[in-house]
């Protein structure tokens, strides 16, 4: 079918000026001025506009010192060379799937005054490097409606000294500190494996640490069960819990010889329980208030001590912005060793308390601890004070600086320093 005509929107004198027009109008600059060349006139040719100039890149600027996360990143900005080196090794490492990390703890003493242990790379009993270790930490996420998350986590560590054990009690001078399979469900964190018992403070902000690390309660690891969760009321209130159930112990822990079974004997049904109920009330103060108790099995135990103990604690953390403070009282039952080495007999009865405050100012936290304990039937006492600092060097780096002062006094009133001296150490990881 033929197509209507369609009639121009143009008349047809107009189209004819329109069809002379456009191809003038597309006439270069350049051509113009040849022709006015052509035609003796002058014309003034004009650059091309130049291109605009990019902004000046800012100079790097470093960040106060009181907001700086390292001093790495005081002393040459965030994108320093050190921390980006690290921060491209963990993101190789995850890119890759290489859930692997190594580090290590490198431990100087000097003595204050008199003679204890000399000065040097460690103390004549653990010299060297304090240990060496590597951590693997494989994880696979789950989308369902039970659980998030499985996976593992181990940590092997090594001393370099083939004779100086980290305890006399240990089997070897290598030893695994953590090595278990763990579940993240909406019920909480199940774990079954070689486990840190949640006992008490986990941790109160120190290298060398204070009384009851030395009695055996802290970075304890043992056979087990454990469950976790934190249960959120609300903005500003929740309650972290933790049941635990060990088999039997490992041999590994931070006592002395000499302060608990595990030195001497064999921990086994051990139950622990913890809860700390943790009140924000604002953005800037922070309350938590936690509760421990723990039973378990004697296994072999030997003239003079309990088949049985059980321990009760608290602790109670008070932060306000970058100012913390803290303090826990420990009480055991039974005695849990034929020689304590505070007493140097069966006491039946160990109290500690410790307490401690600390300050971080941009990269750098300083703590003033002090820890004591009472043992009974019979009797002793003893005393940790532990003032210092920590560095924050770099992401991966961190300095620590303390001065110790530890005496312990038997059953026969006899004192003798354990440690009179400075402590420096470096741990760093990869």
């Known amino acids: 079918m033929q197509q209507p005509f369609r009639k121009s929107f143009f008349p047809s004198s107009t189209r004819g000026i329109i069809l002379f027009v456009l191809p003038v109008a597309f006439i270069t600059s350049e051509m113009r001025a040849q022709v006015a060349v052509r035609a003796g006139r002058k014309v003034e040719m004009r650059a091309p506009p130049a291109e605009p100039t990019p902004p000046p890149v800012p100079p790097k600027v470093r960040p106060a010192f009181a907001r700086a996360a390292a001093v790495s990143d005081y002393l040459f900005g965030k994108d320093n060379a050190w921390d980006s080196t690290y921060d491209a090794i963990q993101l190789w490492k995850k890119e890759n799937h290489l859930p692997i990390s190594v580090g290590a703890h ?118 087990g069960l454990s469950w976790e969760k934190t249960w959120k009321q609300s903005e500003h209130f929740s309650i972290d819990t933790t049941a635990q159930f060990f088999f039997a112990s490992d041999r590994v822990n931070g006592s002395i010889p000499g302060a608990d079974a595990e030195s001497a004997d064999n921990e086994r049904n051990t139950g622990v329980i913890r809860l700390v109920p943790t009140w924000k009330l604002n953005d800037d103060l922070k309350i938590a208030w936690g509760f421990s108790a723990l039973a378990g099995e004697i296994k072999g135990s030997r003239p003079g001590t309990d088949d049985a103990r059980a321990v009760f604690g608290s602790d109670v953390t008070l932060s306000y912005k970058n100012f913390s403070i803290f303090a826990e009282y420990i009480d055991a039952f039974g005695a849990a060793n034929p020689a304590r080495y505070v007493s140097g007999g069966p006491s039946d009865r160990v109290d500690s308390a410790r307490a401690g405050v600390s300050y971080k100012y941009g990269p750098v936290t300083f703590h003033l601890n002090y820890s004591y304990g009472w043992d009974h039937n019979p009797g002793g006492h003893q005393f940790i004070f532990d003032p210092g600092l920590n560095v924050q060097l770099a992401k991966n780096l961190t300095f620590y600086a303390e001065y110790v002062k530890w005496d312990v006094t038997n059953r026969k009133g006899r004192t003798v320093k354990f440690d009179d001296g400075f402590e420096l150490i470096l741990v760093w990881n990869l």
């Open 106 to 223: 490198h431990w100087f003493h000097l003595d204050r005054d008199e003679r204890i242990y000399g000065n040097g790379y460690g103390v004549p009993t653990e010299s060297g490097t304090y240990y060496w270790y590597l951590g693997l930490d494989p994880a696979f996420e789950l989308k369902n409606n039970i659980f998030q998350e499985i996976g593992a986590h181990a940590q092997f560590r090594v001393r370099d000294d083939e004779n100086d054990k980290l305890r006399a009690f240990y089997y070897n001078t290598y030893w695994f500190y953590e090595a278990y399979a763990y579940a993240k469900t909406k019920f909480g964190t199940f774990k079954a494996g070689q486990i840190v018992t949640q006992f008490g403070l986990p941790w109160d902000g120190t290298w060398w640490e204070g009384v009851p690390y030395f009695d055996g309660y802290k970075f304890d690891p043992d056979y």
